[in-house]
Nanobody, 126 residues
Framework: QVQLVESGGGLVQAGGSLRLSCAASGRSFSSYGIGWFRQAPGKEREFVAAISRRGGTVSYSDTVKGRFTISRDNAKNTVYLQMNSVKPEDTAVYYC???????????????????WGQGTQVTVSS
């Protein structure tokens, strides 16, 4: 089992940058693929990015590709989401999630993730 805690959210101006962190506790963090999802007010939760167990495979939604970067440090049990060139439409609660996964596997399907953090608010002002 793994517990996840997001941090790093806040208020940022459009065009700026923010780095979110997802810290994990529990055993065998490197056994889990990690995904970032977000939910804006009045909208469904959507996939943002995912990273495989060792970080060798990543995936992004088309809306953030080229602006956001997902990475992980298994020695620190932490996954990061570097957000650059943010836009007002990036405003949302951002969640990280974990799934037991084979090596090299990533997934955009939130139903595949069994563990979720509590979320961190990101607000982008225009």
């Amino acid at each position: 089992q793994v517990q996840l805690v997001e941090s790093g959210g806040g208020l940022v101006q459009a065009g700026g940058s923010l780095r979110l962190s997802c810290a994990a506790s529990g055993r065998s963090f490197s056994s889990y693929g990690i995904g970032w999802f977000r939910q804006a007010p009045g909208k469904e939760r959507e996939f943002v990015a995912a990273i495989s167990r060792r970080g060798g495979t990543v995936s992004y939604s088309d809306t953030v590709k080229g602006r956001f970067t997902i990475s992980r440090d298994n020695a620190k049990n932490t996954v990061y989401l570097q957000m650059n060139s943010v836009k007002p439409e990036d405003t949302a609660v951002y969640y990280c999630a974990a799934r037991a996964a084979p090596f090299g596997s990533v997934s955009a399907g939130e139903d595949e993730y069994g563990y979720w953090g509590q979320g961190t608010q990101v607000t982008v002002s225009s």
